[in-house]
């Protein structure tokens, strides 16, 4: 049975942590408020440009563009988007369980997937797994810059134009609210554009300078960057949120275990003092009687 001495250190350990995940709420809290701004700044412009697409696209262009056009998927490379750093709830493992899920029904089709982990928790775990890696960008969510988004962009595209794989999807976190992030499993490349339809279209009819074609494949890279962007700090936001619900609830379960030690330790100091005092009448009435 622990002792008085056991159960105050305990309490002292407990109040240490129950700090430490306070702050690190605070922390997240304050980064996420710039995440925010960011993402809600970047998903008009992804959907503006998605849209201009839809609206520039032909039959033709469907057909013969190298970054649209169908093709036969015998290898596919699923892009798996993780947090660098734990401490942030099921984040991680619910976008890990969702890749090998989906890594296994392109198994099942005869299809040969190929792995790009962003993010280090998602590297640690398939690098250690038997599964074939095509590269891999750690590091980068402490200080989230543009630049890694174009690095990754260009080598999936460069991996897709060469013909090493003939599908890229990327599976990430989308950013909901600070309590709820939801999955997504989106399609990069070919780009999934759809013509607009005629009867639908809301958007009015635009000359085009120099030409149609020329404007379209000049979107198209801008397009990729930009969906690439947009789902880094979609990743971003979502991994802040959770963590800062995680620490929240981890300093919540610490203020109630702090409560309960001191509650134990409390009844055990009084059953403590109750046996001395026990003890010494005992021992005055031991006295009493031999007198």
């Known amino acids: 049975m622990a002792t008085l001495r056991d159960i105050k250190l305990r309490i002292k350990g407990v109040q240490n942590t129950q700090q430490i995940t ?36 032909t039959e033709e262009y469907k057909a013969e563009n190298p970054y649209i056009a169908p093709r036969e998927v015998k290898n596919a490379a699923v892009i798996v988007v993780t947090a660098d750093r734990g401490l942030c709830g099921a984040f991680n493992t619910n976008i890990v369980k969702t890749s090998v899920r989906y890594i296994d029904g392109l198994r099942n089709e005869s299809v040969n997937p190929v792995v790009f982990c962003v993010g280090k928790k998602g590297y640690d775990f398939f690098n250690k797994q038997d599964y074939n890696l095509a ?8 200080q989230l810059q543009y630049e890694s988004a174009l690095n990754v962009s260009k080598q ?18 989308e950013f909901k609210s600070v309590i709820q992030q939801r999955i997504v499993t989106e399609q990069f490349l070919p780009i999934p554009v759809e013509k607009e339809d005629q009867e639908k279209k809301t958007e009015p009819n635009y000359i085009y300078e120099p030409d149609q074609e020329s404007i379209f494949n ?30 929240d609830n981890a300093t919540t379960n610490a203020k109630e275990l702090i409560r309960s030690l001191n509650l134990t330790y409390n009844k055990e100091r009084q059953a403590a003092i109750t046996k001395e005092i026990l003890e010494i009448v005992s021992g005055a009435n031991a006295l009493k009687a031999q007198q």
């Open 156 to 173: 999936l595209i460069e991996m897709f134009l060469n013909g090493k794989v003939d599908r890229v999807v990327i599976i990430y976190n």
């Open 22 to 57: 306070k702050a690190m709420k605070m922390i997240a809290a304050a980064k996420l408020r710039k995440a925010q701004e960011g993402i809600l700044n970047a998903r008009p412009y992804a959907k503006k440009i998605a849209t201009m697409l839809s609206h520039l696209v």
């Open 135 to 142: 590269g891999h960008s750690t590091g980068i969510f402490n």
């Open 218 to 247: 000049y979107l198209l890279p801008k397009h990729l960057k930009a969906q690439m962007w947009r789902i880094f700090l979609e990743s971003n936001a979502a991994e802040l949120g959770a963590r800062m619900t995680a620490m």
